[in-house]
């Protein structure tokens, strides 16, 4: 931060504000795909939401970003959430900033998108996860914790290998026999024909609603390179899918999709240890495997030697006394969340599924 001079001062986001925005995001420890330009314009274009992007300027630097929209919901109502359709969002203080700074941001950014929050009619922010607030800095934001999340430091697959249990390195051996093969898949139609049927299997075995496939293309046009799509093919027919995403030298995988015919062949687990072989030489330093929801997941990715962190959500009200944040009732494991995903996993056809998934996502904004 510059000399005392500085008082913060929260600018909307513009056009021209591209190219600097997106190499605060890159360059951020915790940034993330969500936090680029280019997600903004998906949002917008696929589901129509209202951006609501600031960003807070020390002269020509950057020193925080916040992006955000407007969610209109029939269920809880309206609110600013930073992302919606992701695990993550929030504020990006400047990663060179320390404790002082930070705090003098995170206050007037609070001062700031309360005003917005009135401005717009909306109650309460949720930003989900901010990577770059630790408790000491989370100020006047109230925490609303869920369940966790999972990230490790990318060792060389050597490494790695050593410290995998015998039994896991006997189920990729065993992957590896059915000669599955793993490729990146770059442009539009690996998209359409081997990922989206994949996915849209997946997310009904799972009673999730899936996003529509101009969600996937609005994706891969606005975020380009920090899209990777790697398909796992047996005989040349996809049988396993991953969605990940490269910002800075993070990567995250946001989608994994197989075809419950292929399980035997382990392609999930073939997938992943491929997947940590190509980060690796493509220079990324960290990974990071997102929330843990259930016991499944757990001891799947626990076996990765993953380090487990708190995932918790924060909450800002508009400053009205007695006002207390909603709890959007899908977000965790409430038992309208259970009883929702088995009835969308009864109830609702392959056929419907696809047309209704986005009319479902965009009412609760996950």
């Known amino acids: ?25 890159e360059a951020h420890p915790g940034g993330r795909f969500v936090h680029l330009s280019g997600y903004k314009r998906a949002v917008e274009l696929v589901y129509c939401f ?35 359709f992701n695990e993550y969002g929030g504020l990006l203080p400047a990663g060179d900033a320390g404790p002082e700074e930070k705090t003098v941001l995170v206050e007037s950014f609070a001062r700031s998108i ?24 989370a ?28 039994k896991d390195r006997s189920i990729i ?45 609005a994706l891969r046009r606005y975020l380009k390179d920090n899209m ?24 995250q995988i946001t989608d994994m999709c197989s075809d419950d ?13 491929e997947f940590f072989r190509w980060a690796h030489a493509a220079g990324c330093r960290d990974f990071d495997f997102g929330p843990v929801r259930y016991r499944g997941q757990e001891i799947f990715k626990k076996k990765w030697r993953m380090r487990f ?17 909603p709890r959007n009732p899908f977000s965790g494991n409430s038992p309208l969340a259970g009883h929702a995903v088995e009835a969308w996993k009864r109830a609702v056809p392959q056929w419907l599924a696809r047309s209704l998934g986005a009319r479902f996502r965009k009412e609760i904004g996950l």
């Not at 026999?177 to 442009?187: D, I, Q």
């Not at 015919?261 to 992943?272: G, L, T, Y």
Request: charged share 25%; aromatic share 14%.
């Open 139 to 166: 100020g006047p934001f109230q925490a609303l914790p869920l369940f966790q999340r999972v990230d490790c430091l990318l060792e060389p697959p050597d490494i790695l290998w050593k410290k995998l249990d015998a």
């Open 50 to 84: 209202d951006p609501v992007y600031r960003l807070c300027l020390d002269g020509p630097r950057i020193r925080a970003v916040f992006p955000g929209f407007v969610h209109r919901s029939r269920i809880y109502g309206k609110k600013i959430v930073s992302q919606p």
């Open 173 to 217: 051996r065993k992957a590896a026999s059915f000669n599955l093969e793993f490729a990146e898949r770059p442009g539009f139609r690996p998209i359409e024909e081997e990922f989206y049927p994949l996915y849209l299997k997946t997310m009904k075995r799972l009673g999730t609603p899936p996003h529509p496939l101009s969600f996937f293309f």
């Open 309 to 325: 962190h708190e995932y918790r959500y924060l909450y800002l009200d508009d400053g009205e006394a007695g006002v207390r944040p």
């Open 228 to 251: 990777k799509l790697f398909i796992i093919a047996h005989k040349g027919h996809p049988v396993s899918a991953l969605v990940a995403w490269r910002t800075g030298t993070t990567v």
């Open 1 to 25: 931060m510059s000399s005392g001079r500085f008082v913060p001062e929260w600018i909307p986001f513009s056009v021209g504000h591209e190219a600097k925005w997106d190499a605060f995001v």
């Open 114 to 137: 309360r005003r917005e929050m009135k401005a717009f009619g909306c109650r309460h922010l949720e930003m989900r996860h901010p990577l770059s607030l630790g408790d000491d800095v």
């Open 261 to 273: 015919a292929a399980f035997a062949m382990k392609p999930n687990d073939f997938a992943v240890w």
